[in-house]
T-cell receptor, first 113, second 111 residues
């Protein structure tokens, strides 16, 4: 069964901490994405990557960075966590071309206190 | 202007009825259309994809696409309480395999 795996289901961090969210996929997908989802705001794209070491800003990149050193792994970094980054974070992956949808990971519920 | 629009709901239907969920999009050249189901606290799960005008059926689900009118819909026949979830419409609006998501419609199926 194909999978997108996010390292943590629930995470609690303190304000100012550096936070790493990890995502691994086993489908040989070129594209990987990080979204956050908040009530009433839908899915908002933070960053995406279409190849190893490539990254593109999404709609809300401020306060975040990403790393993609290997094709299967895409990391989201909160440089200095703040309470307004409390959210559900969703990783997704897809093939670069073709009429394919995204496969989502199970999500990480991050609480910053 | 939002590029993919859905009524946020909630859409309430009785058990056994047909639930009809609608989605409109802005780009006439869109080629790929997807429906995701998201249970509360869970991640989106792909349930239907459609690429050509007309209907596509999969079990109790039917996706309908009308490119001329720029809308895509999802019908759920014999709705069950377990179908209660938020349904996200996603459209490939431009080049490459990049999807734009609607805000989702919350469906409630009452026993």
């Amino acid at each position: 069964d194909v999978k997108v795996t996010q390292s943590s289901r629930y995470l609690v961090k303190r304000t100012g901490e550096k936070v790493f969210l990890e995502c691994v996929q086993d489908m040989d997908h070129e594209n990987m994405f990080w979204y956050r989802q908040d009530p009433g705001l839908g899915l908002r794209l933070i960053y995406f990557s279409y190849d190893v070491k490539m990254k593109e800003k999404g709609d809300i990149p401020e306060g975040y960075s990403v790393s993609r050193e290997k094709k299967e792994r895409f990391s989201l970094i909160l440089e200095s966590a703040s309470t307004n980054q409390t959210s559900m974070y969703l990783c997704a992956s897809s093939f670069r071309t073709g009429p394919y949808g995204y496969t989502f990971g199970s999500g990480t519920r991050l609480t910053v206190v | 202007q939002k590029e993919v629009e859905q009524n946020s709901g909630p859409l309430s239907v009785p058990e056994g009825a047909i639930a009809s969920l609608n989605c409109t999009y802005s780009d006439r050249v869109s080629q790929s259309f997807f429906w995701y189901r998201q249970y509360s606290g869970k991640s989106p799960e792909l349930i239907m994809s459609i690429y050509s005008n007309g209907d596509k059926e999969d079990g109790r689900f039917t996706a309908q696409l009308n490119k001329a009118s720029q809308y895509v819909s999802l019908l759920i026949r014999d709705s069950q309480p377990s179908d209660s979830a938020t349904y996200l419409c996603a459209v490939n609006l431009g080049a490459g395999n990049m999807l734009t998501f609607g805000g989702g419609t919350r469906l409630m199926v009452k026993p």
